[in-house]
């Protein structure tokens, strides 16, 4: 008797649990975030990590969430890894995603065959394939606010603000050093494009992972070569090696320009007073003045809830992250308003990213007011191809030293409607865009 | 035609050229060679004396280099942190020998060397607990070693060295000879030679296996210590240095796994050869070619010497 009621009552619990644990999984909004916290990429991936993690704690901690959902973070440690990055979508894709943030253009490229299949939005916040940007050929990638080539673009433009036209480098040389892998290859078909254009050459110094620190004879190429200007596409141990490689060689540091993934506080300070006039590429602000970073600092730093180190908030990368995170948000808050529901799917996800707006006025509204530029995302473009500034280094930190700079547009996008058409013919049976666009995208 | 001309020709044009820029080739070539013999010593000392390919060598410098500026950074004098992380390298010398070396004695070695991997991994999740996986910035300042460089106008042109390289130059050389009196004339390195040459002849003589292996060990800490100040200090300490640490793998293979001699003049034809190559044969393939072109000059010399410049030869029968 007393086993048959003991039966009875755990039969009652769980039929009255059941749906109050569903509900309770439900009231989350599940975010994966793909870090690395180790391996030789760590200097980069770390802030990036304490970034985004932090924003997601303070809009728990000081809101309860976003639109009355909590966000549930989970880390996924990739050591920036291909292989371990698709571990880590594989075992997170069943936990209903809104959204996934990779951190890494080679495990980008490996999702986004994916991502379509199984209805999971990709978050490649200026990384990845400069051709997602396509929202007809790849409705589930996000890449805003700049693709790598409206970079090199950016960095075009400035080199010839500085020149006094692009036409000044008929003749010269331009160095591109890179991290040889999927992310340093990835803007070469766009510099060979500008050279034919603009009559210059183009040396290529690729750095192999496993050279990341031993760059000697690259440097001594680049003395050798001679370029007017050094560009450079790097990422982890390789960035801050080649600042002081550069210094060590003499190149003029105010000719050599890092992409906006080659401009953390990392990366120029072991060089030292020798690093001063490094310039690199940059889309958010550097600097904990903002009402969402002191929110960070007050309801989760000072609060023991962080693994940011003292002096890290602020930073640039530290911003980077929280910008990849504010983002993230303002994805769900829209995602939320055209479904009148708290908990979204990543199709309702994917809606809310292509309407994205962020006004100005919205940057501010959020506590990042002057933190970013505008962005704008559409059905049909992915990207919004926006501006960035430039940064250059002064010894001891970050000071912006160019207005917003537009990439060249009009060079830009049909090479990357070309780029998404060449994708689509090579990865065939690529699946036709069904998804419709919303009115307000 | 031209691309002959390119390769047969054209480098040696440069090379008379620009003689500066070849001298300065030939000093980083030196330098990083040096930098390879050190490595490759920390290989050789545990192979002598245990036959066991020591994988964790690398992670063995980002350790010693990590725990040297983590102490710094806790407010330990410079050399005090220096000092305890000797203690600290006798400290995993002995826990080697303790938990991993003991209890597979008489085991194959192919199972000693699939433990250093067990090794590598536990030194890599155990660095980044204690100490993180930011890059640190090498205390070489606060260890008195030089910085800046100097600038020789020579030949047409310039060649610069830095200070720290030049002294990475010293303190490498000083280090090679230290070990190898030690190794020659002491009583402990005539124990290591036997020990290398027959572990069974070596016990039955009273020689201490387990004492040997905690001083090779220790040894092996030592130079990977001051491989990781001098690679720490040209760019800084990180994870990737471990990667760097492979390089030694060539060298092993051109000077031979047991000899101390073969890892300094194999460190040393291995770096002059990839900078040289990169330098002036790079630009034919794209550059970059570093990464490989160590295997292939290790490979080639063991076209002639399968044992290596320096190694013994080993007839086995089948």
């Given at each position: 008797m007393r086993l048959k009621r003991l039966v009875l009552g755990a039969a009652l619990a769980t039929l009255i649990g059941v749906p109050a644990l569903v509900s309770q999984a439900s009231a989350e909004t599940f975010i994966p975030l793909f870090t690395y916290r180790t391996g030789p990429f760590a200097n980069s991936g770390t802030p990036i990590a304490n970034g985004m993690h932090d924003y997601f704690s303070m809009l728990n901690a000081r809101d309860g969430g976003i639109g009355g959902s909590k966000v549930a973070v989970e880390e996924c440690e990739t050591g920036y890894k291909n292989e371990k990055g698709v571990e880590c979508y594989e075992s997170v894709k069943g936990k209903h995603p809104a959204i996934i943030t990779p951190y890494s253009t080679g495990i980008t490229l490996a999702l986004i065959p994916k991502a379509a299949v199984d209805h999971i939005p990709i978050l490649s916040m200026a990384y990845g394939l400069s051709a997602s940007a396509v929202g007809k050929d790849f409705p589930w990638i996000f890449n805003p606010p700049a693709t790598y080539w409206d970079g090199l673009s950016i960095i075009f433009r400035y080199i010839g603000g500085k020149e006094g036209?692009?036409?000044?480098?008929?003749?010269?040389?331009?160095?591109?050093?890179?991290?040889?892998?999927?992310?340093?290859?990835?803007?070469?078909?766009?510099?060979?494009?500008?050279?034919?254009?603009?009559?210059?050459?183009?040396?290529?110094?690729p750095v192999p992972p496993a050279q990341m620190q031993n760059q000697s004879s690259i440097w001594l190429s680049v003395r050798r070569d001679r370029p007017a200007y050094m560009i450079m596409w790097g990422w982890g141990a390789m960035n801050p090696t080649a600042v002081q490689e550069a210094a060590k060689t003499g190149y003029p540091m105010d000719h050599f320009i890092g992409i906006w993934w080659s401009g953390s506080e990392d990366d120029a300070r072991p060089a030292g007073p020798a690093g001063k006039g490094y310039l690199s590429l940059n889309f958010n602000a550097v600097g904990a003045n903002f009402p969402a970073l002191q929110d960070i600092k007050k309801y989760v730093i000072d609060k023991g809830n962080s693994q940011t180190p003292k002096g890290q908030l602020g930073e640039n990368f530290y911003n980077r992250g929280v910008l990849n995170a504010a983002v993230i948000a303002e994805g769900i808050r829209n995602a939320q308003k055209l479904t009148g529901k708290k908990d979204i799917t990543g199709d309702e996800m994917r809606r809310g990213m292509e309407s994205l707006k962020i006004t100005a006025a919205r940057w501010k509204e959020i506590g990042l007011g002057g933190f970013a530029a505008p962005m704008a995302v559409s059905c049909s473009d992915h990207n919004g191809h926006h501006s960035a500034y430039v940064q250059q280094w002064d010894g001891t930190k970050w000071v912006k030293v160019s207005d917003w700079i537009a990439p060249m547009k009009d060079k830009v996008e049909p090479l990357l409607d070309a780029a998404a058409a060449d994708y689509v013919k090579k990865n065939q049976p690529w699946p036709k865009r069904t998804e419709a666009c919303d009115k307000s995208s | 035609m031209h691309l002959l001309y390119q390769i047969f020709i054209d480098p040696f044009v440069q090379m008379g050229t620009a003689p500066d820029l070849f001298v300065q080739t030939l000093w980083e070539g030196l330098v990083t060679g040096v930098l390879y013999s050190l490595i490759a010593l920390g290989f050789v000392l545990i192979f002598k004396a245990s036959g066991v390919f020591n994988f964790a060598q690398g992670i063995m410098v980002v350790f010693a280099a990590l725990a040297l500026v983590g102490f710094y950074e806790h407010g330990v004098p410079a050399y005090l942190a220096l000092g305890l992380t000797i203690v600290l390298m006798l400290i995993l010398a002995f826990a080697v020998e303790r938990l991993i070396l003991r209890p597979l004695?008489?085991?194959?070695?192919?199972?000693?060397?699939?433990?250093?991997?067990?090794?590598?991994?536990?030194?890599?999740?155990?660095?980044?607990?204690?100490?993180?996986?930011?890059?640190?910035?090498?205390?070489?300042?606060?260890?008195?070693?030089?910085?800046?460089?100097?600038?020789?106008?020579?030949?047409?042109?310039?060649?610069?060295?830095?200070?720290?390289?030049?002294?990475?130059?010293?303190?490498?050389?000083?280090?090679?000879?230290?070990?190898?009196?030690?190794?020659?004339?002491?009583?402990?390195?005539?124990?290591?030679?036997?020990?290398?040459?027959?572990?069974?002849?070596?016990?039955?003589?009273?020689?201490?296996?387990?004492?040997?292996?905690?001083?090779?060990?220790?040894?092996?800490?030592?130079?990977?210590?001051?491989?990781?100040?001098?690679?720490?200090?040209?760019?800084?300490?990180?994870?990737?240095?471990?990667?760097?640490?492979?390089?030694?793998?060539?060298?092993?293979?051109?000077?031979?796994?047991?000899?101390?001699?073969?890892?300094?003049?194999?460190?040393?034809?291995?770096?002059?050869?990839?900078?040289?190559?990169?330098?002036?044969?790079?630009?034919?393939?794209?550059?970059?070619?570093?990464?490989?072109?160590?295997?292939?000059?290790?490979?080639?010399?063991?076209?002639?010497?399968?044992?290596?410049l320096f190694g013994e030869r080993i007839i086995e029968r089948i």
């Open positions: 036209g692009l036409d000044k480098l008929k003749g010269k040389t331009i160095g591109y050093i890179f991290f040889d892998g999927g992310y340093g290859r990835e803007p070469l078909p766009l510099l060979h494009q500008f050279a034919k254009d603009y009559g210059f050459n183009v040396k290529e110094y | 004695v008489n085991q194959a070695e192919i199972i000693l060397f699939m433990a250093t991997f067990g090794l590598t991994y536990f030194l890599i999740g155990f660095g980044e607990l204690i100490f993180g996986g930011d890059p640190k910035v090498m205390i070489s300042g606060a260890l008195g070693l030089p910085s800046g460089s100097y600038q020789i106008k020579t030949l047409g042109g310039f060649v610069q060295m830095q200070k720290i390289d030049i002294a990475a130059a010293i303190i490498a050389s000083l280090m090679v000879a230290s070990l190898g009196i030690f190794f020659q004339k002491t009583r402990i390195g005539r124990a290591l030679r036997a020990v290398a040459d027959s572990h069974r002849a070596a016990l039955s003589v009273g020689i201490s296996l387990e004492q040997i292996w905690v001083i090779v060990w220790f040894a092996a800490g030592i130079v990977a210590l001051a491989t990781g100040i001098m690679w720490g200090a040209r760019s800084n300490v990180s994870f990737a240095l471990e990667i760097i640490a492979l390089k030694a793998l060539p060298v092993l293979i051109l000077g031979g796994f047991t000899s101390i001699p073969g890892a300094i003049v194999g460190g040393i034809i291995i770096g002059l050869g990839e900078k040289i190559g990169e330098f002036y044969w790079g630009p034919l393939f794209g550059s970059g070619i570093e990464d490989w072109l160590a295997y292939v000059i290790a490979l080639v010399f063991l076209l002639f010497r399968p044992q290596g």
